[in-house]
């Protein structure tokens, strides 16, 4: 099966990795990015589309020229100001798909410790969460909500903590239960999503170093 990707989210740090694990298997993909982004994707195989994720129209004009079998969402902000970016910009994403009838499927990162993992985390790991990642973890928990919802079908990563530090090839993944290390790079998150993509995985999986 030929694959047509398209990533969201593609200049944040996870989402240049995710554009640089696809560069190195040979599949061509689409990389929206916000307008100024353009810069930071430099990998050979990358098609750029600027547009703004929370405008939906920017999100129809990326559609119309090309046939997606994939939807990667990794998106992010370091802004404050900027709330519920990952649930709001997923949802539009969906919406459009369902507005145009387009059966894609959509990979999103997400989080350990959302929704059902929630259980998994150890009290420690709960504590921490509601500390420092509270705003964080209820926007990823509204992103899963909708991506459940969509026609085309879904599989949701959800990483421990990610780390900028090079790959290395051994990413443990489960479906339940507490994860045996807390962090994880966010190269192999890449090399995990694209791999669990090119296999038809769908559900939730967590992963860890």
Same mark, same amino acid.
């Given at each position: 099966?030929?694959?047509?990707?398209?990533?969201?989210?593609?200049?944040?740090?996870?989402?240049?990795?995710?554009?640089?694990?696809?560069?190195?298997?040979?599949?061509?993909?689409?990389?929206?990015?916000?307008?100024?982004?353009?810069?930071?994707?430099?990998?050979?195989?990358?098609?750029?589309?600027?547009?703004?994720?929370? &405008?939906?129209?920017?999100?129809?004009?990326?559609?119309?020229?090309? %046939?997606?079998?994939? +939807? $990667?969402? /990794?998106? @992010?902000? *370091?802004?404050?100001?900027?709330?519920?970016?990952?649930?709001?910009?997923?949802? &539009?994403?969906?919406?459009?798909?369902?507005?145009?009838?387009?059966? %894609?499927?959509?990979? +999103? $990162?997400? /989080?350990? @410790?959302? *929704?059902?993992?929630?259980?998994?985390?150890?009290?420690?790991?709960?504590?921490?969460?509601?500390?420092?990642?509270?705003?964080?973890?209820?926007?990823?928990?509204?992103?899963?909500?909708?991506?459940?919802?969509?026609?085309?079908?879904?599989?949701?990563?959800?990483?421990?903590?990610?780390?900028?530090?090079?790959?290395?090839?051994?990413?443990?993944?489960?479906?339940?239960?507490?994860?045996?290390?807390?962090?994880?790079?966010?190269?192999?998150?890449?090399?995990?999503?694209?791999?669990?993509?090119?296999?038809?995985?769908?559900?939730?999986?967590?992963?860890?170093?």
């Amino acid at each position: 099966m030929d694959h047509k990707i398209i990533v969201f989210g593609a200049s944040g740090n996870t989402g240049i990795k995710i554009c640089e694990e696809l560069n190195s298997l040979n599949i061509k993909h689409t990389a929206f990015v916000r307008k100024g982004s353009e810069s930071k994707i430099k990998t050979p195989l990358t098609e750029v589309v600027q547009g703004d994720v929370l &405008n939906k129209t920017d999100i129809q004009n990326a559609f119309k020229t090309e %046939s997606h079998t994939d +939807i $990667i969402v /990794a998106l @992010g902000s *370091r802004d404050l100001k900027v709330l519920n970016i990952r649930s709001n910009g997923t949802r &539009n994403i969906i919406e459009v798909l369902k507005s145009n009838a387009i059966s %894609s499927k959509i990979h +999103i $990162i997400s /989080a350990h @410790g959302v *929704r059902e993992s929630w259980d998994s985390l150890r009290w420690y790991e709960k504590l921490l969460s509601n500390l420092f990642l509270g705003k964080t973890m209820k926007d990823h928990d509204l992103q899963e909500k909708a991506v459940i919802t969509n026609p085309g079908g879904y599989h949701i990563v959800r990483p421990v903590a990610l780390k900028n530090t090079p790959g290395t090839g051994k990413i443990h993944s489960q479906t339940e239960g507490s994860l045996p290390s807390g962090e994880i790079s966010r190269a192999d998150v890449a090399k995990y999503l694209v791999a669990s993509l090119l296999e038809g995985k769908d559900g939730a999986s967590s992963i860890c170093k």
